[in-house]
Structure formats: structure tokens, C-alpha cells
């Protein structure tokens, strides 16, 4: 079955990087157009960038556009998101998200805090 997993999650100062990576499994990686998405308790889920199939298109968020990277690697069936520049209004559960179903991954808890 479809499976996401999202690894590179922590704790970071703000003004840090961190990168975020999504493995994707159970289908054919490079077919789909792929997301990630954050979420704080409380509040409704923001779709924080997207990236389209081979041509590799991308969108962001106004709130994280200019800091953020969506990138993907299709021989690896691996999705990145490259954050810089953290805030800690980035602190989140990130999520990769196949919208074609759509299929979540678990999270990874990023938080930005001094």
C-alpha cells in the first residue's frame, strides 16, 4: 500500500536549516505530484509547498516563500523540504502529502525555539 515517511524533524534555533525528507513507497513516485503541509494544534492544516511531476514546478505558501525549498529526487522516491531562515512560527507537525487520494505521512515535529 502507499506509505509516506517523513524523517529530519527537531529542535533548532531560529534563524537555523533544517531539511525535511519524505520517502515514499508502495507506488510510482515519479507519477505524482507531492506536498507538504504543517499543522499547530489548535489550527487548520496549511499547505506549506507543492511540487509537480518530472518538470518539477513548484509552489509555496507567502509565509514561507523566499526561505523554503520543495525538491524532489525520483530515482530515490524522496521528497524534500530545505527550510531556512526558521521562525518560531514555523514550529509544526510537517506532513508529506500525496494529493492524488490523498495519503499522509505520520509528521515530523519541527520546533523553533532559542
Known amino acids: 500500500q502507499v506509505q509516506l515517511v517523513e524523517s529530519g524533524g527537531g529542535l533548532v534555533q531560529p534563524g537555523g536549516s533544517l531539511r525535511l525528507s519524505c520517502v515514499g513507497s508502495?507506488?510510482?513516485?515519479?507519477?505524482?505530484?507531492m506536498s507538504w503541509y504543517r499543522q499547530v494544534p489548535g489550527k487548520e492544516r496549511e499547505l506549506v509547498a507543492s511540487i509537480s511531476t518530472f518538470l518539477g514546478s513548484t509552489t509555496y505558501a507567502d509565509s514561507v516563500k523566499g526561505r523554503f525549498t520543495i525538491s524532489r529526487d525520483n530515482s530515490k522516491n524522496t521528497l524534500f523540504l530545505q527550510m531556512n531562515n526558521l521562525t518560531p512560527d514555523d514550529t509544526a507537525v510537517y506532513y508529506c502529502?500525496?494529493?492524488?487520494?490523498?495519503?499522509w505521512g505520520k509528521g515530523t515535529l519541527v520546533t523553533v525555539s532559542s
Open positions: 502529502m500525496r494529493p492524488s487520494g490523498p495519503y
Open positions: 508502495g507506488f510510482t513516485f515519479r507519477n505524482f505530484h
